[in-house]
C-alpha cells in the first residue's frame, strides 16, 4: 500500500497513529519521522486547464 495513502488516512482521522504504523510495519519513533517528512504528504492533483475553443 502507498505509505502516502496511509499517512493521509491518519491525518483525516480515519486511523489512529498505531493503527498507521501497524499498517506501514514501523515503530512508533518512525512513524513521527515520517509524518514530518514532507515528501510523505499527499501528492498534489494535477489540473489540466483545457483549451478554449471560440
Known amino acids: 500500500m502507498d505509505k502516502r ?3 493521509t ?3 483525516r482521522g480515519m486511523i489512529s497513529i498505531q493503527e498507521c504504523a ?3 510495519g514501523i515503530d512508533s519513533m518512525q512513524i513521527m519521522g515520517l ?19 471560440g
Not at 35 to 53: G, K, L, S, W
Open 9 to 11: 488516512a491518519y491525518r
Open 22 to 24: 501497524q499498517i506501514l
Open 35 to 53: 509524518m514530518n517528512d514532507p515528501q510523505m504528504a499527499e501528492a498534489p492533483r494535477v489540473i489540466h486547464n483545457q483549451p478554449m475553443h
Open 5 to 7: 495513502k496511509v499517512i
